[in-house]
């Protein structure tokens, strides 16, 4: 017994010596984060942003991979399903995801089974923005304008079940009015229909929809989040003229459940010294967004914040995506 028990001890000794210097080692080749969605948009640059201040703190690449689909869902399956050594991460629109666990009849993946949180990043909003020929210069008027005409007005969306889709059911029930909903594949095609005057109204990220609100090809009407953006300052966020609209766009990294926590708490320790990096904080601010240092539980809460939320807009406006 005596000698079985000091076999164990060394057994954990040795698993105790070896846990720091696992993450000591870590990383060792480069390291994968998945974007769930296009080459542009907000996920994309806060990704490429913090790839960037990573690799340069590692010595090794990170490669960024996007895998867009159903929502972000299919990204964050992948990732969900890949090896668990702190080698994949998924770059999560986190608002998204909360709002994909409500709208998805099946997902390929347990966001609390299969997944484990590592850093919240960053608040990058949305925008809504209106083709310049739609008679509205701001949410008010658009709601005049939509209650005149029900049903006559279209929404575009970045997908079925996103954030971008969900935002405008929250307007139409706080608004009192109906509207159509055209889902796209990204914000990139929604953008080119918007501009070429095949739907009326979109919500975007900041990012790929500023360009275009400067030239003035499309028009800014309100920022969907608690507080107005400093890309636009001039723009009121839509809570400002209707009560109770606020849909802030959190973003969040995740890796697959199994991943050793030493080099979980690596991965967090180098994102938050990226994260205070002016450079960094001025990069996200250039495009409306702002950086939001915090770990693990920090992450948990804001994913449980969100699918309280919305999954009651869900219920309301009857959202199902198969």
Known sequence: MYRGFCSFLLLLCGAIATAPSYAQAYPSKPVRIVVPFPPIGAADLLSRTLAQKLGETWGHQVVIDNRPGAGGNLGVELTAKSAPDGYTAVMLPVTSIAIGMSTYAKLGYSL???????????????????????????????ITVAKAQPGALNFASQGSGTLSHLEQELLKQLGGFTALHVPYKGSAPGLTDLMAGQVALFFDSIPSALPFVKSGRIRALGVASSTRSPALPEVPTIGESLKGFEADSWFGLMVPAGTPREVIAKFNAD??????????????????????????????????????????????????VE
Do not use: C
């Open 112 to 142: 609390e089974k299969d997944l484990l949180p590592v850093s919240l990043v960053g608040n990058v909003p949305h925008i809504l923005v209106s083709h310049p020929s739609l008679p509205a210069r701001n949410v008010k008027e658009l």
């Open 271 to 320: 994102i938050q010294k990226a994260l205070a990096l002016q450079e960094v904080k001025d990069r996200l601010l250039s495009v409306g967004g702002f950086v939001v240092p915090g770990g693990p539980e920090q992450l948990s809460q804001r994913v449980r914040s969100d699918l309280a939320k919305w999954s009651k807009v869900v219920r309301t406006a009857g959202v199902k």
